[in-house]
């Protein structure tokens, strides 16, 4: 729970850093190479990867628990809500990384 909370947390700071990076964006005036724009992408092309395998990794892990939990007495991840919240929270945890970093990237240029 305290894990979802830091990852919104960071995430809401998303539009702030759109705000940020406009700006930028804006002074490049659609030259042949757009520093800020092309980060901008890449970043988010990665974040995007990286989440996605996060979140199937994440999913892969309650499976390979799921005899062990039966076995054990306890209702699987799978099935309680658990593995999801899991998988959720490991897709956009690349995602708030990157935000955060912007943020503090773009604040020290103001």
């Known amino acids: 729970m305290l894990e979802a909370a830091s990852i919104g ?3 809401m ?4 850093v759109a705000m940020m990076r406009l700006p930028l964006m804006a002074a490049e005036n659609g030259s042949a ?3 800020e724009t092309a980060r901008a992408v890449q970043e988010k092309a990665n974040a995007m990867a ?3 395998f996060a ?3 994440a999913m ?4 390979s628990r799921f005899w062990p939990e039966v076995l054990s007495g306890r209702t699987p991840s799978l099935f309680n809500g658990i593995a999801a919240e899991r998988s959720i929270n490991a897709a956009l945890k690349p ?3 990157a935000v955060k970093a912007n ?3 773009l604040s020290s240029k103001a």
Do not use: N, T
């Open 60 to 63: 892969w892990q309650s499976a």
């Open 50 to 52: 990286e989440g996605a």
């Open 33 to 35: 190479y757009s520093p």
């Open 103 to 105: 943020f503090r990237r």
């Open 13 to 16: 700071l998303a539009p702030l």
């Open 55 to 57: 979140a199937q990794m």
């Open 95 to 97: 995602a708030s990384r």
């Open 9 to 11: 947390q960071d995430l």
